[in-house]
């Protein structure tokens, strides 16, 4: 057992250099209305409903998390981002229009990619049921910085598992992979990281069933320092007995027009 936590302290020590520039930062989830050109900003219900949602989202990360740690949010009402580029600009693109909000998004914010302190939730706005969700940390990997969510904003009214996508999304955006990276099936796995439609919410009632972490998931959010400073993985309290943790797995970094490729360590040994 205390190989196990040498190896995952040795685990933070690696994954807490990945970020030279902005290492002492705390990460933080930031809302985001984008408003491609010629588009009306949203009515006051989507932002109150997008706070409603993100606050929801915040208090069930603390409950995965044993109580201890749950992410921060920036502000208390949502950024609107008035684009000069029109909707066809952001649905023509391969990634869900990530890697050109991102571009506006350090503008605004005086960031790049290194000192970004933020993982954006990013809801176009007029583009129908465009995107359908995604998200993923900007420089790949645990504790390398900033993330980004995608998602429609008419998914605020339209979607009624709009909030279990969003936690599915965050996660994402926190460095989590899919559970069959691990091998787990994808349409029945517990994990929040699964397609399980039995943690569908439907609204603002939440599921029978709600997504839950498994052991790497758990492991995973422990190495991302910046975002969950208060919480620890330990295997013995968080893994089954005799249950055999599997290698990690990281998202690979983001490519992002005019900026300076991630080369940050990596990590490629598990706790056993």
């Known amino acids: 057992m205390r190989l196990r936590r040498v190896a995952i302290g040795l685990l933070l020590l690696v994954s ?23 588009v009306q900003p949203p009515g006051a219900e989507y932002s109150t409903r997008l706070m409603r949602h993100l606050e929801w989202a915040r208090a069930r990360y603390r409950e995965l ?32 229009g990530a890697e050109v909000a991102l571009i506006e998004l350090f503008a ?9 302190p933020f993982i954006y939730v990013v809801l176009f706005v007029g583009t129908g049921q465009w995107p359908g969700g995604g998200g ?38 926190f460095g989590l992979p899919h ?30 069933a709600p997504g839950a972490l498994i052991p790497e998931d758990r492991r995973a959010l422990a190495l991302n320092r910046r975002v969950f400073p208060g919480y620890e993985f330990v295997p013995s309290r968080h893994a089954p007995a005799q ?18 490729a991630y080369n940050g360590p990596e990590i490629v040994e598990s706790p056993r």
């Not at 943790?245 to 983001?254: F, K, N, R, S, Y």
């Open 179 to 208: 559970v069959d990276v691990y091998g787990h099936d994808m349409s029945e796995n517990p994990s929040l990281m699964s397609y399980n439609p039995r943690h569908h919410t439907n609204g603002f009632t939440p599921s029978d």
């Open 65 to 96: 998390l044993d109580g201890r740690d749950t992410f921060e949010l920036a502000g208390r009402a949502p950024l609107v981002l008035a684009s000069e580029q029109p909707a066809g600009y952001f649905t023509a693109t391969s990634d869900g």
């Open 136 to 173: 993923r940390p900007i420089n790949g990997g645990l504790n390398t910085g900033g993330g980004i969510v995608i998602l429609a904003a008419d998914g605020l009214i339209d979607s009624p598992n709009f909030q279990s996508t969003l936690q599915h999304e965050l996660g994402h955006g």
């Open 108 to 116: 605004h914010d005086h960031v790049d990619r290194f000192s970004c």
């Open 243 to 260: 249950y055999s943790l599997a290698p990690i797995v990281l998202l690979g970094p983001m490519t992002l027009q005019g900026q300076e």
């Open 16 to 38: 807490g250099c990945a970020a030279p520039h902005a290492a002492d930062l705390r990460v933080r989830v930031k809302p985001v209305f984008l408003l491609p050109s010629g």
